[in-house]
């Protein structure tokens, strides 16, 4: 039985060779000779039909931390920009991201949504009432840990999309107010 992944680099290294990308071929530790006896279809049939790895997988970690960094960059614009759509304030953005106003700012503007000035209305006892069902309903179904303040934006994103009456800063003081008073 053949090692999986011998097809796979075999595969890699073939369009490697097809796209002139003979530096890369290089750069795996292959020699020019290994490449020139690659191509010929006997020596093919050998390698990735072989029961055993003939290769080694190494993790690059410096490459690893700078995608997985990539992608949590990507997940926290998409949140920035998901609470800024939703009525996030600035104090709101710099207390979770460190966003200076400027960049709030900028930020707004690239998303076309106006800058706000002054304070939002406090909600109102039944609007209260109502996001304290609406919070009870969604904490019913997937638990929520308070204490993580990124986990807690998204539920309060989730929760002015369903009380279009609310913004995001509106509900974000109240589950503030209500974690002060140790309600949650």
């Given at each position: 039985m053949s090692h999986p992944l011998n097809l796979a680099i075999a595969l890699q290294i073939l369009n490697?060779?097809?796209n002139g990308q003979l530096r890369s071929c290089l750069a795996m530790g292959f020699a020019e000779q290994?490449?020139?006896?690659?191509?010929?279809?006997?020596c093919m049939s050998v390698l990735v039909n072989?029961?055993?790895p003939w290769f080694k997988v190494v993790v690059d970690p410096v490459v690893l931390q700078?995608?997985?960094?990539?992608?949590?960059?990507?997940?926290?614009?998409?949140l920035i920009d998901a609470a800024l759509e939703?009525?996030?304030?600035?104090?709101?953005?710099h207390e979770v991201f460190g966003l200076t106003n400027k960049e709030i700012s900028l930020r707004r503007t690239m998303l076309g949504i106006p800058n706000r000035k002054g304070r939002w209305p406090a909600i109102s006892?039944?609007?209260e009432r109502e996001l304290w069902n609406a919070w009870a309903n969604l904490v019913k179904d997937h638990p929520i840990k308070t204490g993580d303040v990124r986990t807690?934006?998204?539920?309060?994103?989730?929760?002015?999309?369903?009380?279009?009456?609310?913004?995001?800063t509106m509900v974000w003081n109240t589950i503030q107010g209500w974690i002060e008073q140790d309600l949650l």
């Open positions: 490697d060779i097809r290994d490449l020139r006896d690659f191509i010929e279809p006997q072989a029961p055993v700078r995608l997985l960094a990539q992608a949590k960059d990507r997940e926290d614009e998409q939703q009525g996030g304030s600035s104090p709101l953005i006892q039944a609007q807690r934006l998204k539920v309060a994103i989730q929760l002015s999309q369903r009380l279009p009456s609310l913004n995001l």
